[in-house]
C-alpha cells in the first residue's frame, strides 16, 4: 500500500527521481552527450520516439533500426525540426527475423561508427498466435531473441568503442514487471506453444519475454564482468503507459481498463524516463545487471533472479540463433515430460 501511495504521489527514491519524472529530467545531468552513438529499437513510437527525442536532444548521435522505414524517417523529421543539426540514421530491421538483425548489424558495423548505448526497446504484445520465419513463436522472437542476437553481434563494437574513447558503453533492456507473472518453465513453455501443444496465452507469452529479458540482462552482466569490459547492462520497467503497444487489444475491455487505471498510468515523458536515466546518469556508471523502476533500483521476480535458468536461457538462445536453425525449426534442449507444463 504504501508503494503505491509513493507511486501516485511521485515521491522521489534513492536516485532523486520517482514516477513523475520525466525523460527531460533525468537527462539534465547529462546535457551534452554530443560524443555518444545510440542505436534505439522501437522509436517510431511511444516510449522509443520519446527516448530518442531526448537523446537527440542532448546532442547524441541516433541510430534508428525499424520496420517501418517510412515511420522512422517521419520520427527522424520530427526531431530534425525540434532540433535542427541531429544525426539520425534510419536503418531496415525486422527483430522477429534472425536475418534481419544479422543484415543490420552488418550495415551498422560497415559505417565504421562508434556504440556507446544499445537501448532495446522495442515490444510486441500480440493478441493471435503467430511463428517467426525462423520457426519461434512471435512474440518471444520479437521481444527477446531478435535483441539477444543483435546485443551479440554489436557486442565487440561496444567493446572496442568503450576502451578507444574511455566512454563506458550502456545496455539498456526494457523489460516489464509483467515478467513476475510468468512461472513455471519458460523453455519447455516456449517449445509447447510454438508448436501448439497447449492453448496459445497472449498475456503469458508475452510475461515470458520479458521476463527472458530479465534473465538476459543477468547472464550479460556476469559475462561483461568476466571479459573486464567497460560496459554495463542493464534492465528497466518503463511503467503503465497506453501506448500502440495495445493495438491488438484495442476494444470496449481494454478501452475500460485503462479507463480505470487512469490513476496508475504515465505519461510517455515520464514512462520513459527510466530508460534515459540507465542509459545516461553519472549515478548509473558501473551499475550492471540490475533491474530499475521509476529511475530506482528494485527486484525482479524470484525467477528473475535464477542463476541457472539465466545460463540455461543463454544456452537455448545461442542454439536458436544459431543460422542452422532457420532451416530446421526451434528445438529445446532435452527435457523430461511434465503434466504440469500442459495445464
Known sequence: MLETVKYLMGSAGASGFGSKSTAEEVTEASPDLS????????????????????????GARLVLPARNLKAAEETKARIAADFPGSQIIVLPLDLSSL?????????????????????NNAGKFSHDHAISEDGIEMTFATN????????????NRMVETARETGIQGRIVNVSSS??????????????????KKIPYDATRAYALSKLANVLHTKELAER?????????????????VRTRLTRDREGFVTDLAFFLASKLLK?????????CYVATHPRMAGVSGKYFADCNEVSP????????EAARLRRVSEAMAAERLQRT???????????????
Request: proline content about 6%; glycine content about 8%; some cysteine.
Open 329 to 343: 525449426g526451434f528445438r529445446p534442449d532435452p527435457l523430461p515430460p511434465s503434466r504440469t507444463d500442459e495445464m
Open 35 to 58: 560524443s555518444m552513438t545510440a542505436i534505439i529499437t522501437g522509436a517510431t513510437s511511444g516510449i522509443g520516439a520519446e527516448t530518442a527525442r531526448v537523446l537527440a536532444k542532448r
Open 224 to 240: 561483461l564482468k568476466e571479459m573486464d569490459a567497460d560496459v554495463t547492462v542493464n534492465c528497466v520497467h518503463p511503467g503503465i
Open 267 to 275: 505519461t510517455i515523458p515520464q514512462a520513459a524516463a527510466t530508460t
Open 99 to 119: 536475418s534481419s538483425v544479422r543484415s543490420f548489424a552488418s550495415r551498422f558495423l560497415s559505417l565504421g561508427l562508434p556504440l556507446h548505448l544499445l537501448i
Open 301 to 308: 521476480s524470484s525467477l528473475g533472479t535464477n542463476r541457472h
Open 144 to 155: 527477446y531473441l531478435g535483441h539477444f542476437l543483435l546485443t551479440k553481434l554489436l557486442l
Open 178 to 195: 509483467i515478467h513476475g507473472w510468468f512461472s513455471g518453465d519458460g523453455i519447455r513453455y516456449l517449445d509447447l506453444i510454438t508448436r
